[in-house]
């Protein structure tokens, strides 16, 4: 069996800002809860039969107290905010598996799914379907993959080395270093993506890298501005590094089993109903 872990969050901004709005009869924004719906429906009528989505039922997470320039909610269009929760009950009364995070994070929440789907012997596959760099990190082989659904790219462990130049288990070391704008931390100066990922294609990971930069493969001279980089920012480095390692030890589920999908639940008929009695609205 193949399983089907998708990151709900970013399939919520990818629907909200790719359709046109639609309100129901109280004025509510409902597109994108009816765009994600649609396509997660879509996936289990094309063949998914176990899938759960992961969602931020809050923005903020244990990483806002390490780093306080971490990711917030701040910004957020208020009729995106407003979809999360109706998303949540939608889905799960269509009968589909919802890991609403709280202290952590959807991405946290993949990568715990991915770890206990990929224990099951009965697991061909887990397709990891989100394209955030974070995830690579979980890429195993060719047993858990991470698949972009709008680009329909799917890439495997030699699909991860190819696009960053290092290892999945090298990832949270390689953005520790080149930083991470979308989740608010900066990376090390002078440390680009051409040079880190020779680096760490040599070394692994942070501890592993010499203070001795003659034998880094990188240009001497800008191995040198490198060295002195990471000896007066290892710290902050290895704060980094924590922001971006996924947490696995997340209890989701007990068996894969739980993870089929069976048919919607009572609830959704009402449900159904205010989504497709939506009509045409516009943005606030």
Partial sequence: MDVYLVDGTYELFRHYYALPSARDRDGHEVAAVRGVLASVLGMI??????????????IES?????WPGYKTGEGIDPDLWAQFPLLEETLTAAGI???????????DALAAGAGAAARDPRVDRVIICTPDKDLAQCVSGTRVVQLNRRTRVTRDEAGVILKFGVAPASIPDYLALVGDAADGYPGLPGWG????AAVLAKFGHLESIPADSHDWHVDAANARSLAATLARD??????FRTLATLRTDIALFEDV??????GHLPAFEKLAARLDAATNGSRR
């Fill in 45 to 58: 009528k094309g063949g998914a039969t176990h899938i759960a989505v992961a969602t931020d039922h809050v």
């Fill in 62 to 66: 244990f990483r806002n107290d390490l």
């Fill in 97 to 107: 598996v919802v890991w609403p995070m709280v202290e952590f994070e959807a991405d």
């Fill in 193 to 196: 993506a051409k040079s880190t």
């Fill in 234 to 239: 290892r710290d902050r480095a290895l704060l």
């Fill in 257 to 262: 089993d739980q993870l089929r999908w069976s």
